[in-house]
């Protein structure tokens, strides 16, 4: 058996043997196993370790083997499992990237070649602009969101959720960068508040998943940190069963602070178009 179950190069497999199975071996009837496989390998995968298994071990014990693999299957706790944590960091990474780096760089550029007056003077209102900008960069972030899921599709159970984590990822830190463009005036200072805005957003959701080692008072504070909240929206869509009471709140807390950056970039801009 061992043998045989370590033989996969692509999947591991569990095998269960239940008293029944020892029964059947010794009164010679054919023995029924139970098999465990990761949720992810499809249908044709399942085929071929179940047809494996049965021909090595039947092979092996003289007598007609089967493999039960109908719900068995195996999942992960999202809130360990290591690759759910590289996933997580890395659509926060992109966003982040794409949101602190390339969109405010749009607004520094458009200050120094005097762009964005044109375009205050239009018959654009800010809110207009605003919306603009974040469509242009919601492009670019899902892009980079893209590249993360295919990267761990494999991991994705709930696509929705997954791909509504990413959009709200995307525009959160575009408001961000939009709030971080109207600030400064220079890439030179850019650069240096950037880094200043992005470890607060990023490192909470490092230490979060440091739980033991961080105090509980500090990771009950961060939880509620609009990043971190859009990590836990991430790891549901990683796991079976999500109900609403798994993700309302969050939800809500980070629809609500989104709304409330573009509300303060759309005030922004309008104080520079009254000057």
């Keep these: 058996v061992l043998e045989v179950a370590t033989s996969a190069e692509e999947a591991e497999l569990a095998l269960i043997i239940p008293q029944t199975a020892i029964a059947q071996y010794e009164t010679g009837e054919p023995i029924v196993l139970e098999g465990h496989l990761m949720y992810w390998l499809n249908a044709a995968e399942r085929a071929e370790i179940k047809a494996l298994v049965e021909s090595e071990l039947a092979s092996?014990?003289?007598?007609?083997?089967?493999?039960?693999?109908?719900?068995?299957?195996?999942?992960?706790?999202?809130?360990?499992?290591?690759?759910?944590?590289?996933?997580?960091i890395a659509l926060l990474f992109v966003t982040i990237m794409i949101?602190?780096?390339?969109?405010?760089?749009?607004?520094?550029?458009?200050?120094?070649?005097?762009?964005?007056?044109?375009?205050?003077?239009?018959?654009?209102?800010?809110?207009?602009?605003?919306a603009g900008k974040a469509l242009a960069g919601l492009f670019y972030g899902l892009l980079g969101c893209i590249a993360v899921f295919a990267l761990f599709d494999f991991l994705i159970l709930q696509w929705w959720l997954a791909i509504l984590a990413a959009v709200l990822a995307v525009l959160l830190l575009v408001a961000v960068g939009l709030l971080l463009g109207s600030y400064v005036s220079g890439r030179s200072q850019l650069q240096l508040i950037g880094w200043f805005v992005v470890l607060p957003l990023l490192l909470p959701v490092v230490l979060v998943a440091l739980r033991g080692l961080v105090p509980d008072g500090a990771v009950a504070v961060m939880e509620w940190i609009p990043t971190v909240l859009i990590a836990?929206?991430?790891?549901?869509?990683?796991?079976p069963n999500v109900t609403i009471s798994h993700y309302g709140l969050p939800l809500l807390v980070v629809v609500v602070s989104i709304l409330v950056a573009f509300t303060l970039v759309v005030q922004l801009v309008r104080r520079q178009d009254r000057r």
């Design 60 to 88: 092996e014990l003289d007598r007609p083997v089967t493999l039960n693999l109908s719900g068995n299957d195996i999942y992960f706790d999202a809130d360990q499992y290591f690759f759910v944590f590289s996933a997580t």
């Design 232 to 239: 836990t929206l991430f790891r549901l869509s990683l796991t």
């Design 99 to 130: 949101g602190i780096s390339m969109v405010p760089n749009l607004m520094v550029e458009e200050k120094q070649t005097r762009t964005l007056d044109a375009l205050l003077v239009s018959p654009a209102a800010p809110a207009h602009l605003v």
